[in-house]
């Protein structure tokens, strides 16, 4: 196995800059590698830790069911494993990883939620830490986990309301809920630097785009600091929109946005604190178009990210506090367990979902690749790209 893993990693020059490309895991119809035979992912942000471990959803046949399963990667389990597989007609959330290698995610249906789940890789188990009870809470969504093992999520409860809140050694707490009367709507949250929380918030009562929009950083239970906000907010700022998802880790006191200036292009912007600059502005620098995913940020404050370039090819790119380089992108020839494959899609984009970044700048996407003169499709790979 290591030497196929060692037949599996691919160089890459990209602007005389040489990467390292790794087949992690191959999902497709017949044959797909490190996963059942016949699996599917679809929109699935792949996640990583500082560890090295990797966790994504994905869609496989089971008894003749399409079952949804939680697919990991770590040192226990180097060949990767389907740590938990879902009833049919349930989904999986994207996991969220601290830098251990736990993982926390959701089980839900159209109507309800049926887990919150933990699995602790100190003692390799899996822990349903969270079930329906009679309680009002209907909706869990976006966990988060820190290296506390505190997990973050958006609650929504049976009386309409939506809030932020933390589940810590067995106990819920709101962070902040939209029944503030100063608040019509809050999007999903992230950890930034330890336990503090980040988020774009609607400000006032109308869910109109022409109420202000603020980013704030909460530390405790309505104590927040509003680090930016837009033009509807104060007529002094530089942004008439934020993207709805920031990207901030645990681990890092950066956050990372996409957001329109006044001037209506678009950019890219890391903040520390209440300063912020712009690092990659649409039509500049081989950017044709920013991407709404949301970009992903680690303990360096270096950014991973994805955009149209000026060739009108779909890449990813990473800023290292100097520099933005294109690391991957359409076309690029990448080794795979089936043969040397083109990452290419004969219809829609080419790369699927967000994008993680961890503290050793390795980055993690998933890309849908064919033969090297596209004969044929390959379904779609899960890459790990170290810089």
Not at 180 to 192: G, M, P, Q, R, V
Not at 335 to 344: G, P, W
Request: glycine residues 8%; charged residues 20%.
């Amino acid at each position: 196995m290591k030497l196929l893993k060692l037949l599996l990693t691919f160089l890459v020059t990209i602007n005389s800059y040489a990467i390292n490309v790794e087949l992690v895991a191959r999902a497709d119809e017949y044959g797909s590698f490190n996963l059942p035979e016949t699996s599917f992912i679809s929109n699935s942000t792949i996640q990583n830790s500082s560890s090295g471990a990797i966790s994504f959803n994905f869609a496989t046949l089971y008894n003749e069911e399409v079952r949804m399963g939680l697919w990991i990667q770590n040192v226990l389990h180097p060949n990767g494993k389907t740590l938990y597989l879902a009833q049919s007609g349930n989904y999986i959330s994207d996991p969220s990883l601290n830098d251990r290698g736990d993982i926390t995610f959701v089980v839900y249906n159209e109507f309800d939620f049926i887990g919150l789940f933990l699995y602790d890789f100190k003692s390799d188990s899996l822990t349903k830490v969270m079930a329906p009870d009679s309680s009002t809470l209907i909706s869990i969504a976006n966990p988060r986990i820190n290296n506390n093992q505190d997990i973050l999520f958006r609650a929504g409860y049976k009386s309409g309301e939506k809030a932020v809140v933390i589940y810590k050694s067995g106990e819920l707490q709101t962070i902040v809920s939209d029944k503030n009367s100063e608040i019509s709507y809050l999007f999903n949250a992230n950890f930034i630097d330890g336990d503090n929380i980040a988020l774009k918030v609607r400000e006032g009562s109308s869910l109109s785009d022409s109420s202000p929009d603020s980013l704030r950083v909460y530390k405790g239970e309505n104590s927040f600091e509003r680090v930016n906000y837009d033009n509807d907010y104060s007529e002094e700022s530089t942004f008439s929109d934020f993207n709805n998802s920031l990207g901030s880790h645990f681990s890092s006191k950066y956050m990372a946005f996409i957001a329109k200036m006044k001037s209506g292009k678009r950019v890219l912007v890391r903040q520390l604190g209440n300063r912020y600059e712009i690092i990659a502005t649409e039509g500049e620098g081989g950017i044709k178009t920013l991407e709404y995913f949301a970009p992903a940020v680690n303990s360096k404050g270096f950014i991973a990210f994805r955009a149209i370039n000026s060739t009108n090819k779909r890449g990813i790119f990473f800023y290292d506090g100097f520099v933005i380089r294109e690391v991957l992108s359409e076309g690029n020839l990448v080794q795979t367990d089936a043969s040397t494959a083109v990452i290419h899609a004969a219809k829609g984009p080419c790369f699927g979902g967000g994008l993680s970044l961890n503290s050793a700048n390795e980055i993690v996407i998933q890309a849908r690749i064919y033969t090297k003169y596209k004969e044929k499709a390959l379904g779609t790979a899960v890459l790990k790209i170290s810089l």
